[in-house]
């Protein structure tokens, strides 16, 4: 059983376009997170949901918005693609806010053309 | 936010042991300190974590000295499996500050 899975694995797209992650996890855990790892392998934390709600929101542009539905779910979209934001993109879980370890899924690649 | 810096790269032979060296300067009170294993296409996996002295298990040591300005991850007996990028984190107990891992140190393993 996967404990945090992430889809697509990929995502090619153009520049300009909408595009949305999703990730769930069946671990019942209270907190989930998004990383991004650029191609010099910095992964960076992006957004925290605890029980659904946002704790932390680093400096992201709000082209970025994180959805979580329930506890289980934090999807990512994005809107107007642009050429930056091509990197990988790490979901994680942790069982309480800040707390270690967290699970992470295998990331979504994705590529703007 | 406590500054993590590692290595870039080591390289090692079976059935070493591979000691990996983070510097923290600025950590807090609060954080402490983990280590974790990535990978090429997959996410970063825990390995250990630990707040002060030393921390074994199954896979692996943690050393923090008193000062806790720096960490030290030992592997014993590396083998070829053991190629992988790892990343020392420093964190604080509450969670309301932003993690960040670094650029990692990418571990080499030969015959």
């Known amino acids: 059983d996967t404990a945090v899975s992430q889809t697509p694995k990929y995502l090619v797209t153009q520049m300009g376009n909408d595009k949305s992650i999703k990730c769930e996890q069946n671990?019942?855990?209270?907190?989930m997170y998004w990383y991004k790892q650029d191609s010099k392998k910095f992964l960076k934390i992006m957004f925290s949901y605890n029980n659904k709600e946002l704790i932390i929101n680093e400096t992201v542009p709000n082209r970025f918005s994180p959805k979580s539905p329930d506890k289980a779910h934090l999807n990512l979209h994005i809107n107007s693609l642009e050429l930056g934001d091509s990197a990988v993109y790490f979901c994680?879980?942790?069982?309480?806010?800040?707390?270690?370890?967290?699970?992470f899924g295998d990331g979504t690649r994705l590529s703007i053309l | 936010l406590a500054k993590t810096t590692q290595p870039i790269s080591m390289d090692s032979y079976e059935g070493q042991e591979v000691n990996i060296t983070c510097s923290h300067n600025n950590i807090a009170t609060n954080d402490y300190i983990t280590w974790y294993q990535q990978f090429p296409s997959q996410g970063p996996r825990f390995i250990i974590q630990g707040y002060k002295t030393k921390v074994t298990n199954e896979v692996a040591s943690l050393f923090i000295p008193a000062d806790r300005k720096s960490s030290t991850l030992s592997l014993p007996r590396v083998s070829l499996s053991d190629t992988a990028v790892y990343y020392c984190?420093?964190?604080?107990?509450?969670?309301?500050?932003?993690?960040?891992f670094g650029s990692g140190t990418r571990l080499q393993v030969q015959p």
């Open positions: 984190l420093v964190g604080d107990m509450g969670g309301r500050r932003a993690l960040t």
């Open positions: 994680a879980s942790s069982q309480v806010q800040g707390r270690q370890p967290q699970h």
């Open positions: 671990l019942g855990h209270d907190t």
